[in-house]
T-cell receptor
Framework: DAGVIQSPRHEVTEMGQEVTLRCKPI?????LFWYRQTMMRGLELLIY????????DSGMPEDRFSAKMPNASFSTLKIQPSEPRDSAVYFC????????????FGNGTRLTVT | DAKTTQPNSMESNEEEPVHLPCNHS???????IHWYRQLPSQGPEYVIH???SNVNNRMASLAIAEDRKSSTLILHRATLRDAAVYYC??????????FGDGTTLTVKP
């Protein structure tokens, strides 16, 4: 298995532009999570899905952020419009069974908003 | 969500055992305890998990206190490749894992 695949690895964009981050979870995993990591705030859970349905989006910072999971093998996290304070590493993770199963993380997308 | 507390940093000598502590005093009865580690420029990597009993795998051992309010990750013989940030999390039945600040482990040759 190739693991969780995220793209792009690096994204540099200007303030105000739309940014779309992509994630392919491990096949057969029912749960998908989006995390954001910064030096100041550490690893924060933004949103997670179960069987393609958003379960908890309480960590999404504001309306500029949206996430979708149109099918079991693909998810996107969109920021529109982007701001410099959105600069961070964004991780996608998937797991098989809630609670008991470990999270499998991708290598992340490093986003820089200038 | 249960909050976890870990020391900011720890040091170890190569080939010596390392005990990394974690407090999770607000853990609920059905929450699992998970440990991950993160190397620079990589995503967190699963190390071990448990519910009540101590656990062993090829990477490490996990010792869970009887009251489940704390746990200890044990690396039996630290190597230079074990230098990383180690996170202890509690994973709820709702599927949420909340990460604390982690412990930065430095391994000295």
């Amino acid at each position: 298995d190739a693991g969780v695949i995220q793209s792009p690895r690096h994204e540099v964009t200007e303030m105000g532009q739309e940014v779309t981050l992509r994630c392919k979870p491990i096949s057969g995993h029912d749960y998908l999570f989006w995390y954001r990591q910064t030096m100041m705030r550490g690893l924060e859970l933004l949103i997670y899905f179960n069987n393609n349905v958003p379960i908890d989006d309480s960590g999404m910072p504001e309306d500029r952020f949206s996430a979708k999971m149109p099918n079991a093998s693909f998810s996107t996290l969109k920021i529109q419009p982007s701001e410099p304070r959105d600069s961070a590493v964004y991780f996608c993770a998937s797991s098989l069974v809630r609670g008991r199963s470990p999270l499998h993380f991708g290598n992340g997308t490093r986003l820089t908003v200038t | 969500d249960a909050k976890t507390t870990q020391p900011n940093s720890m040091e170890s000598n190569e080939e010596e055992p390392v005990h990394l502590p974690c407090n999770h005093s607000t853990i609920s009865g059905t929450d699992y305890i998970h440990w991950y580690r993160q190397l620079p420029s990589q995503g967190p990597e699963y190390v071990i998990h448990g519910l009540t009993s101590n656990v062993n795998n090829r990477m490490a051992s996990l010792a869970i206190a009887e009251d489940r309010k704390s746990s200890t990750l044990i690396l039996h013989r630290a190597t230079l490749r074990d230098a990383a940030v180690y996170y202890c999390t509690t994973n709820t039945n709702a599927g949420k894992s909340t990460f604390g600040d982690g412990t930065t482990l430095t391994v000295k040759p």
